[in-house]
């Protein structure tokens, strides 16, 4: 059976303070947590209206709690925006408060606009591009998974932690072949970033990867992900209705004007406004959408196509009951250990 989990930006919708979209997404791991998915990552993304997650370490802090079993991580911290001694620190502590559970998936994009991403400090130089493999294997040594190809002797000098335990999970992200073949090269887990549909190439993303794959102390074979975006609804007109925010969403971003997310009525008002046709015409919703067992047979299309060792979904949707009806029929539909139990 291929592993489930869950992909969350923290939406926030407006009417929301940031506290209630908080308190959602405590409510969304916990479901997802009982209903036996897998891991729950959160993105990072900063200067937007719609999304809160913007320091994926402190969110995973505060979201976490209550929960028992399911993987928590980023997906992903944006490390150029960071020291990876800093990024090593913050995981460690959550090693900490969730033992033998955490996940790092790292991104080299900034995560937002340009002037954003040079409030962040972050260089914008080709040498930071090319300093990022070397940020990865830095970040990785903090936290005890010293690859051979970085000086060690910087690790006798320099830990993340008093105590680290267990060694996070270190995922590389991206949505290009450069990610892919890092990934692979370095020996590390890879996970593809379909859910942005960016007309890219997931098929040709995982392949580069495998073919690329070296073995490591930590991972012996490859291992792939795969995400989507996906709304569940008892009917494709009315999951159609409901993801309208979702192609807002889309809208504002491709015209560099993000609002919170609007509800479905404000949203269908919107779409027959919309000042430019030729963006409304490129921005898409989510990608399967529709009652469970059709976005569910996608999902396994997509899963079986792209040889996807684990699947990760972006439930959208303007409000909670929505994003939680898609991580609850999904759950059933792919016959998670609890679901059945739960539905009972």
Do not use: C
Request: a negative charge; aromatic letters at 6%.
């Amino acid at each position: 059976m291929t592993a489930i989990s869950v992909l969350d930006l923290i939406p926030l919708n407006a009417t929301q303070t940031l506290a209630e979209a908080l308190a959602d997404s405590r409510a969304l791991v916990r479901r997802a947590d009982a209903l036996g998915y897998s891991r729950y990552w959160v993105a990072e993304h900063h200067n937007s209206g719609a999304i809160a997650s913007t320091s994926p370490a402190v969110a995973l802090a505060h979201l976490g709690e209550g929960t028992s079993r399911i993987r928590l991580g980023s997906g992903g911290v944006m490390l150029p925006n960071h020291s990876p001694l800093v990024i090593a620190e913050q995981f460690a502590l959550l090693e900490g408060m969730y033992p033998g559970r955490v996940d790092i998936g790292l991104g080299r994009a900034p995560g937002t606009d340009p002037i954003t991403a040079r409030a962040l400090r972050r260089d914008m130089s080709r040498e930071t591009v090319d300093r990022y493999p070397s940020d990865v294997l830095e970040l990785a040594g903090y936290l005890g998974d010293v690859h051979e190809e970085i000086d060690a002797e910087l690790f006798t000098k320099l830990r993340a932690a008093a105590d680290v335990a267990n060694v996070p999970d270190i995922w590389l992200l991206g949505s290009s072949l450069y990610s892919a073949e890092l990934a692979g090269m370095l020996g590390m887990a890879y996970s593809y970033a379909n859910h942005f549909a960016m007309n890219g190439n997931a098929v040709e993303a995982l392949d580069h990867y495998r073919e690329h794959f070296r073995p490591s102390a930590r991972l012996s074979e490859p291992k792939a992900m795969v995400s989507a975006s996906v709304l569940v609804a008892d009917s494709l007109d009315e999951a159609r209705r409901l993801d309208l925010p979702t192609r807002v969403f889309k809208y504002q971003l491709f015209a560099g004007n993000i609002g919170p997310t609007m509800s479905p009525d404000d949203a269908a008002t919107f779409s027959q406004r919309v000042v430019n046709a030729d963006i409304w015409h490129r921005a898409s919703g989510s990608q399967y959408v529709g009652p469970a067992d059709l976005v569910a047979d996608g999902l396994r299309r997509l899963v079986q196509v792209t040889g996807a060792d684990e699947l990760i979904v972006q439930p959208n949707g303007y409000d909670l009951p929505t994003r939680q009806r898609s991580v609850d029929d999904l759950a059933a539909e792919f016959e998670l250990p609890a679901a059945a139990t739960m539905n009972e």
